[in-house]
């Protein structure tokens, strides 16, 4: 039978891998952008003291969180085209990271809020400014400093567990891992590679979370 | 604060519960006729395009060259289904990452038909509908050279690496039902385990086996293929249009000794006889 | 779509199949979360000495597994241990992996916890004659594991979630019972249906019950 396997990565699998980087970037930019937006609302929901606005928020953040990562994905990818809605592979993906950093991040969202004294909101609700101008104004900019830390850290959680959207096939990172793998076998060089590049991706963050940290701390 | 914690998780379990199994239950209630009106080869027609799902990752049925297409003898199969007098479509392949995920993305409508070393199983085919063979392989073992395998018996109280969900898996729990079975999502990765002896032997396709026992000399394959394995295209179920031009196309296919040149030139071999002889 | 029918049937018949499964998952978790924190004290300890040769690697291994995939990590652990020719079966080499992953977070939670005690504390420890053990014992571990309370059990959380990846190495736990009886029933939809509701409900019971232990435990102030 004729030879098929390749003993030794060539210059396409280099293309391929930062091709895979790149998707990881982008996966990661669009999905973790939507669910920081989303997390803010449903943060301030959560933090609410109108029942049934930080019941739902609760709700949300709790089915999200005790539920795997994977589950969601296959639920989005699989099981919604059976209910008649199709979903491209991108948006799936883009979907499920979406979905799972607003949870997350939902929660440290209401514990930034949460930890801007009540004194201060009561003050500036005496001072006659509106729910919005107070958030605004007063205590996002206070809670915002303390939901860095673990905001970032999540982050990185997220970039690495976003490796899970390569069970749909999507041409990401650890899918490029797999395929070049299959294809030449090496798997240890593969995988080291593509361990640095999560690697690359993520440390920059890491020494931000680590700066504001030291920071929050100079000047708390 | 604490009560509301308990309150919402408790509530988000009975939502859970309460929201998904009805919703799937109630959709399951939709008759098959309701969706009837399905005709995958009119969606092909229109769309002018064709999505086949492939794999990309079992040579020499589908696999990625130096340049990281996707070549194979299913692919070829798939453009000559593209390509075809009265198709003449664009020709999209997807690449399927697992075995099991083939159902999975047919039946979610991801792809339009699977080409893709697909075994026909009877089980199988209460889930979705097989054409007819357009090749046969059989059910292979590949082990370590230092073991004595000369029967499929001999698998008892071996540790025995298998694709899950692959045909391989559930004849392995029937012919030798003392093994110890590992089970991993790719066929690459349990055949590292064998080579890394973590497992005794790998129970893949017949030409799996004596493709990757050619490439490293440490292995060996059984030379007795089990069990006759009918590769077919894989399509969803109630589309009897689409079903019918495969099957018609496959016979054109073999008729026209066009199938036969393809198997040589991927395999160096004479195909098996497609119609088994009784 | 396409006149797919939902059946539970085959996949409820197999149930205790797949909490034998979610019995593996919660094993390999509680195991790993005991390793680890012993695991990740003495790395706190390390991370925060003075000696070089101490915190450097500590450092280092902390940000090498928080910035690299765990996927990644028990792939290596599991074929890498063969390289060197130690034989590991999956289970072991699944807990290594999850152990060596989830040290690391566990070392700067319990670091945290240890810097946000206030110097004095140290101070009068020391001058009341502790050792430095005897510090850590009696002074430094009582207030730290209050503040550690929280974040360890949201770990404990992300360790049965996350140990669902070693399915990938062919240890029997859930994800990979249900995986099994994805392919053998075709009914993927309805078994990751089910599998996601048991493990919603596992977490769900844990998480509250750590946070009742918590309230029971810590609500006097030490």
């Not at chain 1, 390749?6 to 669910?35: E, H, K, P, S, W």
């Not at chain 2, 999505?51 to 798939?78: C, E, H, K, L, S």
């Not at chain 2, 893949?204 to 009918?230: C, I, M, S, W």
């Amino acid at each position: 039978m004729p030879q098929y396997v390749q003993d030794r990565l060539n210059i396409y699998d280099a293309i391929l891998f930062l091709q895979g980087l790149g998707n990881t970037a982008l996966l990661c930019v669009c999905g973790l952008g939507l669910g920081l937006l989303i997390a803010l609302f449903v943060g301030l929901a959560r933090a609410s003291r109108v029942r049934w606005v930080s019941w739902p928020a609760g709700l949300y953040i709790e089915v999200v969180r005790d539920s795997p990562l994977l589950m969601q994905l296959y639920l989005i990818f699989f099981a919604l085209p059976l209910l008649g809605f199709q979903v491209p592979v991108f948006v799936a993906g883009v979907a499920t990271l979406m979905i799972n950093s607003s949870a997350f991040m939902a929660e440290i969202v209401r514990a930034g809020i949460q930890s801007v004294g009540r004194d201060q909101w009561d003050a500036s609700r005496s001072l006659g400014m509106g729910y919005i101008q107070a958030m605004r104004w007063v205590v996002m900019p206070q809670a915002f400093r303390i939901m860095i830390p673990p905001g970032v850290g999540l982050l990185i959680g997220l970039i690495k567990d976003s490796s899970v959207i390569s069970v749909i096939g999507y041409l990401e990172l650890t899918r490029v891992g797999q395929i070049l793998t299959e294809k030449t076998f090496l798997s240890f060089q593969v995988f080291g590679i593509v361990a640095a590049l999560y690697f690359f991706l993520c440390y920059p963050l890491s020494r931000v979370a680590l700066y504001a940290e030291r920071r929050l701390k100079a000047s708390g | 604060m604490r009560t509301r914690g308990w309150w919402g998780g408790a509530l988000a379990i009975a939502c859970v519960i309460g929201l998904l199994v009805p919703a799937l239950g109630l959709a399951g209630e939709a008759t098959p006729a309701a969706q009837a009106g399905t005709d995958t080869l009119q969606q092909v027609i229109k769309k002018g395009e064709l999505t086949v799902g492939t794999f990309d990752f079992y040579p020499p049925w589908g696999f990625r060259d130096a340049q990281n297409n996707i070549v194979g003898m299913d692919v070829d199969v798939a453009k000559e289904l593209a390509g075809d007098d009265v198709l003449k479509v664009k020709l999209t392949l997807v690449p399927v990452p697992t075995t099991q995920d083939r159902i999975n993305f047919l039946l979610s409508g991801k792809i339009d038909v699977a080409i893709s070393n697909f075994t026909a199983t009877l089980p199988r085919a209460k889930v979705i509908d097989f054409t007819d063979p357009y090749v046969v392989d059989g059910v292979g073992v590949i082990f370590r050279k230092d073991l004595k395998i000369g029967d499929w018996k001999d698998l008892n109280n071996k540790r025995v690496a298998v694709t899950t969900g692959s045909t391989g898996e559930i004849l392995v729990k029937k012919l030798a039902p003392q093994a110890k079975l590992l089970q991993f999502d790719q066929a690459s990765t349990a055949l590292l385990a064998v080579q890394q002896n973590k497992a005794d032997a790998q129970i893949e396709d017949y030409t799996y086996t004596v493709y990757h026992a050619g490439r490293d000399k440490n292995l060996a394959f059984l030379n007795k293929p089990l069990d006759f394995q009918p590769y077919c295209f894989g399509v969803r179920k109630f589309d009897q249009e689409w079903l019918n031009y495969l099957n018609f196309f496959i016979y054109r296919l073999q008729q026209s000794g066009k199938m036969k040149a393809l198997y040589k030139q991927w395999f160096g071999a004479e195909p098996f006889h497609v119609s088994p002889t009784w | 779509m396409h006149g797919y029918t939902f059946q539970f049937r085959d996949v409820l018949l197999e149930l205790p199949t797949l909490l034998d499964g979610a019995l593996t998952t919660l094993h390999i978790s509680v195991l790993t979360l005991l390793i680890s924190f012993v695991v990740g004290t003495l790395g706190a300890l390390c991370r925060m000495s003075r000696l070089p040769w101490l915190r450097v690697p500590a450092t280092w291994y902390v940000e090498l597994i928080r910035n690299t995939p765990l996927l990644v990590q028990l792939f290596f652990i599991y074929f890498g241990f063969s390289q060197i020719d130690i034989q590991v079966s999956s289970y072991t080499a699944g807990l290594i992996g999850l152990v060596v992953n989830n040290a690391a977070y566990l070392t700067e939670i319990i670091r945290a916890g240890i810097q946000a005690i206030h110097k004095g504390q140290f101070e009068a420890g020391y001058s009341l004659g502790l050792s430095f053990p005897q510090l850590m014992r009696y002074v430094v571990f009582p207030q730290a594991f209050r503040v550690i309370y929280p974040p360890m059990s949201n770990q404990f959380i992300g360790i049965i979630l996350w140990s669902s990846l070693v399915s990938t190495i062919s240890v029997q736990d859930l994800a990979l019972r249900g995986k099994e009886l994805a392919s053998t029933t075709f009914r993927s939809f309805e078994t990751y249906a089910v599998v996601t509701v048991i493990y919603v409900v596992m977490t769900f019971a844990i998480s509250a019950t750590l946070k009742v232990i918590g309230y029971r435990v810590f609500r006097r102030p030490a």
